[in-house]
């Protein structure tokens, strides 16, 4: 089946270590997006990436890394700089239209807390 | 960048009731993206919606873009039909892909 796909679900993380979450999807979509969510509230934007080997910070980019060496993955870091990561993180992916946002298909999540 | 609000933030339904999320955005924009997130986290794309009208079994939802809302509505609520409702316009009113996201309408269906 087609989706996307985050690992791990669960992820803890030790005072300043680096952690790296998975995102991959078999859509053939050329955008993907990473987003944090705090409880009880939306969807902020960390990074996006329209086509390989490029990627643009988002609202909240600050403490966090990206790659996007291949179209299907899209794996984000979670540095020792970024103080509070403590937060639900979401992968999503879209087609690219002319002119145009497309929908966007989203991960089950991956949540991170600190030791 | 443009704003974005949902309302009501809490909904309390019984199952079977009818109920309408509304959605007010402070900009122009050509789509607007409707999602559902279930209390496990999971985040569904319900609609993708130019404007006008759409309509997916028990969902449906308007967009009136000249003045700047979208509306949600779900009909014979179910328990399943619980969980937070999010809008999301583009940010740059629909060139590219980056959405903004409202804080949410989170529902709860009682049986």
């Known amino acids: 089946d087609g989706g996307i796909t985050q690992s791990p679900k669960y992820l803890f993380r030790k005072e300043g270590q680096n952690v790296t979450l998975s995102c991959e999807q078999n859509?053939?979509?050329?955008?993907m997006y990473w987003y944090r969510q705090d409880p009880g509230q939306g969807l902020r934007l960390i990074y996006y990436?329209?086509?390989?080997?490029?990627?643009q910070k988002g609202d909240i980019a600050e403490g966090y890394s990206v790659s996007r060496e291949k179209k299907e993955s899209f794996p984000l870091t979670v540095t020792s700089a970024q103080k509070n990561p403590t937060a639900f993180y979401l992968c999503?992916?879209?087609?690219?239209?002319?002119?145009?946002?497309?929908?966007?298909?989203f991960g089950d999540g991956t949540r991170l807390s600190i030791l | 960048g443009i704003q974005v609000e949902q309302s009501p933030p809490d909904l309390i339904l019984q199952e079977g009731a009818n109920s309408t999320l509304r959605c007010n955005f402070s900009?122009?924009?050509?789509?607007l993206q409707w999602f559902h997130q279930n209390p496990w986290g999971q985040l569904i794309n319900l609609f993708y919606?130019?404007?006008g009208t759409k309509q997916n079994g028990r969902l449906s939802a308007t967009t009136v873009a000249t003045e700047r809302y979208s509306l949600l509505y779900i009909s014979s609520s179910q328990t399943t039909d619980s969980g937070v409702y999010f809008c999301?316009?583009?940010?740059?009113?629909?060139?590219?892909?980056?959405?903004?996201f409202g804080k949410g309408t989170k529902l709860s269906v009682k049986p």
């Open positions: 999301a316009p583009p940010r740059d009113g629909g060139s590219q892909g980056n959405l903004i």
């Open positions: 990436s329209q086509i390989v080997n490029d990627f």
């Open positions: 919606i130019p404007s």
């Open positions: 999503a992916s879209s087609t690219l239209g002319a002119g145009s946002n497309q929908p966007q298909h």
């Open positions: 859509l053939n979509h050329d955008a």
């Open positions: 900009d122009s924009v050509n789509n």
